[in-house]
């Protein structure tokens, strides 16, 4: 097994939070360079050991109003961390699943996604630091597995791209902007100073994905790309969040098509019809 391969399962199969924070090693491209020997069966559930535990009980997330208690705001950033979490089983497990037949593609997606696990573990510590700070320690409410049951369903890289980075992702240029306001407006300067920090990484992250969705399109345009590589009945509306936020979406390079197609799709997803 190779190192690159050990990691990664290490990150997708290791139980303990430690696990899942062990920071991406500095590979030598000829150890990214070598083609997947043994191609992943997707998990049901990435493992995970207690406190950490995936759970089936159902929480709500907190409304506005309530996120002026402290101790709510906590469980707001535990619900992310769970977010941030559930990112590094994805892409650890994305990249035990495909890959590029040719080496320097190869080379430059590794790396490229093995940056944006490294993002995702700071993300998840500064949550975890944030929301102990605030009273709530990580585990302490329910885990769910809501973006992982949907990753089951992807089966080659344009659709990881599609929900990952132009959905999850792209979703979190307006959550994380929202709650970086609001957040300031409570007068918590450390938890807006976090979204900051997230949303800041995500705009490269939803480029990321961009690029490389576009990379190898034909006569189709992005936006009929992404559409037909989304998971069945899950729709276009879920790539947006509370406050469409238009100018974050042109600075992570999305063409100015896709975000008015985007901004102009309706459906009804409740998160993107309510008001902020």
Not at 84 to 93: C, R, T, V
Request: charged share 30%.
């Amino acid at each position: 097994m190779s190192l690159f391969t050990e990691y990664c399962k290490q990150l997708l199969f290791g139980g303990s939070l430690k696990e899942k924070l062990n920071p991406p090693p500095k590979f030598l491209n000829s150890e990214l360079e070598l083609p997947l020997r043994d191609i992943l069966v997707t998990p049901e559930l990435p493992t995970r050991n207690s406190p950490i535990n995936f759970s089936a009980e159902q929480i709500k997330f907190p409304k506005r109003d309530a996120l002026k208690r402290p101790e709510t705001r906590g469980m707001a950033l535990h619900y992310f961390a769970n977010h941030e979490l559930l990112a590094i089983e994805m892409m650890a497990a994305t990249l035990l699943k495909f890959d590029y037949p040719n080496v320097e593609d190869r080379i430059r997606w590794r790396r490229g996604v093995l940056q944006t696990i490294a993002d995702e573990q700071k993300h998840l510590l500064l949550y975890i630091k944030r929301s102990e700070e605030l009273g709530v320690g990580f585990g302490q409410y329910p885990l769910n597995d809501f973006f992982w049951r949907y990753f089951l369903k992807v089966q080659n890289l344009d659709q990881y791209f599609s929900l990952v980075s132009l959905t999850f992702e792209n979703a979190n240029l307006d959550f994380a902007k929202y709650y970086m306001d609001l957040f300031k407006s409570f007068d918590d300067l450390k938890s807006s100073q976090v979204m900051q920090i997230v949303l800041e990484d995500e705009i490269s992250h939803v480029a990321f994905g961009a690029n490389w969705l576009s990379k190898n399109r034909k006569e189709e345009d992005l936006w009929e790309v992404y559409c037909n590589s989304l998971p069945s009945n899950f729709g276009p509306a879920r790539a947006k969040g509370i406050n469409f936020q238009e100018d974050l979406r042109l600075k992570s390079g999305l063409d100015s098509d896709f975000v008015r197609k985007l901004k102009e799709f309706r459906d009804d997803f409740k998160i993107v019809n309510r008001k902020s």
